[in-house]
């Protein structure tokens, strides 16, 4: 099988065809296994990220062409085009820094401090299957604004270190999980809709909508409930 591969050195980009062998024609590798046996196979220096092998980590997401995809989970087909996420600024072909995402919920994820006791509401357990891979931010409207849209490699991007200043699916997720959360008091759950307000909620109203790489339901079970807390659904 042949597929080809994208580098990126610094917004320098080049493309490499590269052949997967396979034991039989109708055979589809794993995106994670092509790229382990093109670095062994012909490009050494290149540059990508996985942990867990099973889908449980998130930090091996790249596009597949143009989409984003977990590469340890989705096979190929012939002539499938691999390359980093348009969503996150690049370090190296595949790698990215991600820290900006994280760190947008540094002062703004309430800290729990009510009754740790009893059981979580419902829904909070089916938001925990979150793998933090990043994949919900293709597309969304209020992840763009963070670029003016430009790119997240832009050199006047904003720096990921200081966290991005407007929200995403993955955001609203940590937030609307408080919302479930039994040690969260009253008074924790309105600061995590204020702070999902203030992250940029509002885009919302007037999307599409965003998918999960998981198979969380997030229009379901965060984007709707939490327009709904905020008074903002139309
Ligand atoms: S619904 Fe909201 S979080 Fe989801 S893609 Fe649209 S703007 Fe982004
Ligand atoms: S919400 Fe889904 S797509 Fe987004 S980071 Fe979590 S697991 Fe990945
Ligand atoms: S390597 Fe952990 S999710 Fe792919």
Redesign the pocket.
Known sequence: MKIIIEQNRRGQRSEHEVEIPTADPRERPMALDALVHAQEAGLPDLAFRYGCRNRLC?VCTIEINGRPRVACRTKLREGDRLSGLKTLPVVKDFVHRRDGVNRQLRDRLPRTTGNPDGEPEPGYHSLN????????LDRCPMHERNFEGGSPSADEAPPPAEGYRHGN??SL?KLQRVRHDNAATPDEREQAVRAAVDLGLDRCVDCKGCS???G?D?MKEVIHPLLDEAGLKN
Do not use: D, N, T
């Open positions: 998130g299957r979150c793998i933090e891979c990043y994949v919900c699916p993955f997720l999960c790489g998981v969380i997030l």
